[in-house]
């Protein structure tokens, strides 16, 4: 029962233009949320994060927006670059899973040259 | 100064033998995980500490024994190694629980 779904196993882009990578949940109860990128090899690092009180949270290339009626949230990222070829995770979290993250299964990013 | 480190990075074993991984972590955080990214590439919470006390235990076979022996290390050790065991083991940390969390770059266990 996968409380976090990533539908996308993965996408292209072409470089330059904007990815945007989608995440659904089913718990009302997460309250906080965030997107990790992982590349080959190594751990995931912490991208960007949106608490439940905002729609939208933005840190240079990357946009995070959640939209809690739909039970959604999705990370822009524009423009793509070449380095942003990755996995990205989306995590959620709240009180009654003991705030401990809940993860998807991952989108892997695709940046075209 | 790596924030947070595991070894070893790569282990290979044979079916039936014990071994243990060391994770620390020099961010002065409170609270350290464990995960395993199974062969779907799920990442599934093991253990959590929090101030060298064990607060999560997942359903996890009870060969695994975590060992915190402050609130910097947190060990992991696998007794009577399977093949189903071969996975991604990744540790973490987080100031407390729920916050952002902080991972090591994963040690690659291969069971033969």
């Known amino acids: 029962d996968q409380q976090v779904k990533q539908n996308s196993p993965s996408l292209s882009v072409q470089e330059g233009r904007i990815s945007i990578l989608n995440c659904d949940y089913t718990?009302?109860?997460?309250?906080?949320f965030l997107w990790y990128k992982k590349y080959p090899a190594e751990g995931p690092t912490f991208l960007i994060s949106?608490?439940?009180i905002k729609d939208k949270n933005e840190d240079g290339r990357f946009t995070v927006f959640l939209n809690k009626s739909a039970k959604h949230l999705s990370l822009h990222i524009v423009p793509s670059q070449p380095g942003d070829s990755a996995v990205y995770f989306c995590?959620?979290?709240?009180?009654?899973?003991?705030?401990?993250?809940?993860w998807g299964a991952g989108t892997k990013l695709i940046i075209k040259p | 100064d790596t924030a947070v480190s595991q070894t070893p990075k790569y282990l290979v074993t044979q079916m039936g033998n014990d071994k243990s991984i060391k994770c620390e972590q020099n961010?002065?955080?409170?609270?350290m995980y464990w995960y395993k990214q199974d062969s779907k590439k799920f990442l599934k919470i093991m253990f959590s500490?929090?101030?060298?006390?064990?607060?999560i235990n997942e359903t996890v076979p009870n060969r695994f024994s975590p060992k915190s022996p402050d609130k910097a290390h947190l060990n992991l050790h696998i007794n009577s190694l399977e093949l189903g065991d071969s996975a991604v083991y990744f540790c973490?940390?987080?100031?407390?629980?729920?916050?952002?969390?902080?991972f090591g770059p994963g040690t690659r266990l291969l069971v033969l």
């Open positions: 500490y929090n101030n060298k006390e064990l607060i």
């Open positions: 973490a940390s987080s100031p407390s629980g729920g916050e952002t969390q902080y």
């Open positions: 961010l002065g955080h409170d609270t």
């Open positions: 995590a959620a979290s709240g009180t009654d899973s003991n705030y401990q993250l809940i």
């Open positions: 949106i608490s439940s």
């Open positions: 718990n009302s109860m997460f309250d906080y």
